[in-house]
């Protein structure tokens, strides 16, 4: 499955206009004039500053998601104490919001990508990004959920072509690529995923699909793998690479039994290698699939039984 996503030397320069770093000689225009035409956050920051290296990187991006709304100013206290006093700076990071010249908000310390969205939404009287992405999205998940995959996988791209940050995007293109066949391109479009994204939901979901699919089993193993555990039920390597199999070939429900049959009847056995690899399976279904609600819900009456 080929895909292109796009995009243009104009949102780069725009990027550029609406991120920047500044000193004490350039406050007044780039912070307290140009507040004036529009809100700008300022970061201030130092590069031994650990909780700065995690809070920047969403700074930046939630602001460009905002599309021109507001602007982000960085400051190096370091190199520019004497703003950093002026702004009673005592602990960083600390991120000041200015409109018409004045500091109108602000927050101390690292915040989770979610409350910076807020903040800035509170700063710019609307909601942040492309409001034709949650339906474009919705609409690409109903159609692989229907197995109408080269529907979903369009849709996917289209709001890549809109966010190329947007990590649901990544993964249902990524999960799209897998159900054609298309490992390489799988591989390919999660290294799309930025690094401060790698532990999202969505990501950690696409990653073990792509573990399970990497390795697909043909009929003559299945029937090999069938017949070894109807020979011998005991046979628990058998009976989980059996589940692997299964799950390979669009058998999920049996595969989670055989699986949840090894647990039940020893479930130490290999360091607890069927309930891991059960626990790959309800990552590469997702959280939120019936049967993976299913099969924890079954876990769980195993394990405390």
Do not use: Y
């Amino acid at each position: 499955m080929e895909t292109i996503i796009e995009g243009g030397n104009g949102a780069a320069a725009q990027s550029a206009d609406l991120i920047k770093d500044t000193d004490t000689m350039n406050f007044m225009a780039d912070v307290i004039e140009a507040s004036s035409q529009q809100p700008v956050i300022v970061d201030f920051w130092a590069p031994w500053c650990g909780p700065c290296k995690q809070l920047t990187p969403l700074l930046e991006s939630t602001v460009k998601a905002a599309n021109g709304a507001v602007r982000l100013v960085k400051i190096n206290v370091d190199e520019n104490q004497e703003i950093a006093a002026q702004m009673r700076i005592q602990s960083i990071p600390a991120v000041f919001a200015f409109k018409d010249g004045q500091p109108v908000d602000g927050f101390m310390g690292a915040l989770p990508e979610s409350q910076i969205k807020s903040f800035i939404e509170k700063l710019t009287d609307g909601p942040i990004g492309d409001q034709e992405i949650p339906p474009l999205l919705e609409a690409a998940h109903s159609a692989f959920s229907a197995g109408e995959v080269a529907a979903a996988a369009q849709g996917f791209v289209q709001v890549l072509q809109r966010d190329r940050e947007n990590t649901a995007a990544i993964a249902g293109l990524a999960k799209c690529q897998i159900a054609e066949g298309d490992i390489d391109g799988a591989t390919a479009t999660l290294a799309l995923t930025p690094p401060l994204k790698e532990d999202e939901q969505d990501i950690v979901s696409a990653r073990a699909a792509l573990e399970l699919a990497a390795a697909p089993t043909d009929e003559g193993e299945l029937g090999r793998l069938s017949a070894a555990v109807d020979t011998d039920p005991g046979d628990h390597q058998s009976r989980l690479e059996l589940a692997v199999a299964l799950n390979a070939a669009g058998e999920r429900e049996q595969a989670l039994d055989h699986l949840l049959r090894i647990i039940k009847t020893e479930r130490l056995w290999n360091d607890e290698a069927a309930r891991k690899q059960l626990l790959q399976f309800f990552e590469a279904w997702g959280m939120t699939d019936e049967l993976t609600v299913t099969g924890r819900r079954k876990l769980s009456t195993i394990l405390f039984s």
